[in-house]
């Protein structure tokens, strides 16, 4: 039996251990080396467009709540009150601009700046009892990219901006680029019985595609396999896959995709004009919570184009959709393979001697967030 060690090593073959996605104890150590020590994918600002509008959270285990401000500001704090520890906020969403989050238990308040702002009976506290003391804790580090709100629960990771490094010079070309206001037009949140990490994998897999999706593509009268062209790349810790490189935007009708680091995927599809954020969460070792968004430009946006926009979401990546259901039962098969006790290592090893950039079907990208991956890892 390898150790952990031994098993989160990516081998300079390109070979993995099948343990790192059926460890209980890996996903363990994910959650304290990885998911508390970047940054993470909190929500969308347009989840919360008013002041007091919130969004309870669930990141890494950690019980949140993404907040606007009656100052305007997001915030992100923990969903915990500072009198016996009751989660405050107990709806799912809603507006606290006028209702403050008011604890359950024997009713703190605390407004949606995360002040606490009323104690029952304050006065049994004695003197030294300060408010101003005991609001919310807010989460050590926020930031905002492109709407995207992400969080660090680690006060000395490095800014948004470095860790998104070089994928922030490709994202304006897979999203509508930043300073670009979006609103959502619609979300799915759904579950897959897959290890987190097989998400990733798949979005940045060409490979799959005629395969998997092989009955789709026969189905509009299409061979899958004439017509794929473009490139996957490692950016840094992150990765793309583009299947049209070359080409001219404006000729473009297929998709382009990013692996943000380490939970997040970015969706373009141009021949639906569709912008989607896929965020995805560790429940279990063998399960993980999807939440999707698919948001459009303010300014170019109307309604009929956002009901088009929208039935192409459901018909392509929804739970429901061409794409989306056909991978689900993709990774479900593959994590049941994974319990199989063989021995027998995972290859990720095409275009391998490459460099960064290789051919569509290659595994480039898959292998630069498994490097990102171990690199997190192997800090204490
Ligand atoms: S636990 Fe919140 S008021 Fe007591
Ligand atoms: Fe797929």
């Given amino acids: 039996m390898k150790t952990i060690d031994e098993a989160i090593r990516l081998r300079p073959d390109g070979f993995t251990d099948r343990s790192i996605y059926t460890d209980p104890a890996i996903l363990e150590q994910e959650i304290e080396k990885i998911f508390k020590k970047t940054w993470v994918l909190i929500g969308h600002e347009t989840e919360i467009p008013e002041p007091g509008d919130y969004v309870r959270k669930t990141i890494a285990g950690q019980p949140l709540i993404q907040v606007r401000g009656n100052d305007g500001k997001v915030r992100v704090v ?73 969080g660090s629960f680690n006060p000395d990771a490095p800014t948004l901006k470095e860790h998104l490094g070089p994928a922030m010079e490709l994202f ?21 019985a897959g290890n987190w990490k097989l998400m ?49 935007l404006a000729d473009r009708t297929t998709n382009r995709y990013m692996a943000i680091f380490p939970n997040i995927t970015v969706h373009y599809n141009a021949s639906g004009d569709m912008f989607a954020i896929r965020q995805i969460e560790p429940i279990d070792v063998d399960n993980m919570q999807l939440t999707m968004w698919l948001l459009a430009p303010k300014s170019t946006n109307n309604r009929e184009m956002n009901e088009r926009r929208a039935a192409a979401f459901t018909m392509t990546w929804g739970p429901g959709g061409l794409f989306g259901a056909d991978d689900a039962r993709q990774l479900e098969w593959v994590q049941q393979g994974l319990k199989a006790d063989c021995g027998a290592p995972v290859l990720a090893a095409r275009g391998l001697d490459e460099g960064d950039v290789a051919e569509w079907e290659s595994e480039q990208s898959m292998r630069g967030f498994r490097l990102g991956w171990e690199h997190y890892m192997d800090q204490d």
């Fill in 200 to 248: 990733i994998d798949n979005t940045m897999d060409g490979y799959h595609v005629p395969y998997v999706h092989g009955g789709m593509f026969e189905q509009f009268g299409i061979s899958a396999d004439d017509g794929l062209s473009g490139v996957a790349r490692t950016l840094g810790h992150h990765g793309s896959i583009d299947w049209e490189e070359g080409r001219p």
């Fill in 172 to 192: 304006p070309y897979v999203t509508y680029g930043d300073g670009e206001a979006l609103e959502m037009v619609d979300t799915y949140k759904y579950d897959i």
């Fill in 78 to 150: 923990y969903n915990t009150c500072r009198h016996r520890a009751s989660l405050v906020a107990i709806e799912e969403e809603g507006n606290c601009a006028k209702t403050n989050f008011k604890c359950p238990y024997h009713g703190f308040e605390y407004d949606a700046d995360a002040d606490l702002v009323k104690v029952p009976k304050e006065e049994a506290y004695g003197e030294w009892f300060q408010k101003e003391e005991f609001g919310l804790v807010e989460l050590a580090k926020v930031d905002t990219y492109n709407g995207m709100i992400f």
